[in-house]
């Protein structure tokens, strides 16, 4: 393996935080990545992103949205655009979240049309793939990650604007996760996957774990060489343990 990417740590705040307590996790956030080597990004509530926004800027943290639309503008009540999401401070914005994908029958060319859109934008997308339990029951596991990768990546996906997350559906928010050989080996085979569909530079995308990373099992999860850093949601919002996270992953 050559040089490894510097990993990333993203806190999904899914649909939890108030201001109060988003000021508190924003400030411990930009604490944390001033004195440490792994990119810190919070992803919170839209209606959150601008006071989180004016407490990241000019630290070292960055900001990520959890969803965006297809389109640049228009009338779509209740969703929100990419360029907007730019402009306000993200940079970052998760997508494909299996809870998108199954409460909101997001598909894969659904996903591919969203991923363009950030881009389109600036933004760096997270996109998440993952297996169900019965998925991963019935041996289905890695043919559910390659079409994955196939399907939700637009063509154009480079190092800059895309980061996957490897989220095994029934890990999140469950407690249980994979062993870390499990994740060893998927995460070297979606590597594989993702230099079969965009070539050489792939190897420098980085691929998250995500799914009940907390601070008692960080230090197994992160030392997996082939994971580039977490996507955590429960424990994200709890400073100290998403510090625990940050800090369990490899100096680069
Ligand atoms: P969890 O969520 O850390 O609470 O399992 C992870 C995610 O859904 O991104």
């Given amino acids: 393996m050559s040089k490894r990417p510097r990993p990333l ?11 109060a307590g988003a000021r508190d996790l924003a400030k ?3 604490e944390l990545a001033g004195r440490t080597r792994t990119e810190i990004a919070l992803c919170p509530p839209f209606p959150l992103l601008a006071p989180v926004a004016a407490i990241l800027s000019g630290t ?3 900001l990520g949205a959890q969803d965006c639309h297809a389109q640049d503008k228009g009338a779509y009540t209740g969703d929100v655009a990419a360029p907007l999401l ?4 993200c940079r970052y914005v998760i997508l494909g979240h299996s809870e998108r994908r ?6 894969d060319p659904e996903v591919r049309a969203k991923v363009a859109a950030a881009w389109r934008a600036g ?3 997270i996109i998440c793939v993952g297996e169900t339990e019965s998925e991963r029951e019935l041996g289905r596991t890695r043919a559910r990650l390659a079409l994955q990768v196939q399907e939700s ?3 154009g996906a480079n190092p800059a604007n895309t980061v996957i997350a490897y989220e095994p559906v029934w890990a999140i928010g469950s407690g249980r996760t994979p062993r870390p050989e499990e994740v060893s080996e998927l995460h070297a085979f979606l590597r594989a996957a993702l230099v079969a569909r965009i070539g050489p530079e792939a190897d420098s995308v980085r691929i998250l774990y995500g799914g009940s990373v907390k601070a008692d099992n960080a230090r197994a999860l992160m030392g997996v060489p082939e994971v580039d850093g977490a996507l955590v949601g429960g424990a994200s ?4 343990a998403f510090s625990a996270i940050a800090e369990a992953c490899r100096e680069t």
């Fill in 237 to 240: 919002l709890d400073a100290k």
């Fill in 123 to 125: 933004l760096g997308a």
């Fill in 153 to 155: 990546l637009p063509d």
């Fill in 9 to 19: 740590v993203a806190g999904n705040w899914k649909m939890n935080g108030s201001l």
């Fill in 60 to 62: 070292a943290a960055q």
């Fill in 102 to 107: 199954a409460q909101h029958r997001e598909s």
């Fill in 28 to 30: 411990a956030a930009a």
């Fill in 86 to 89: 730019r402009e306000i401070g």
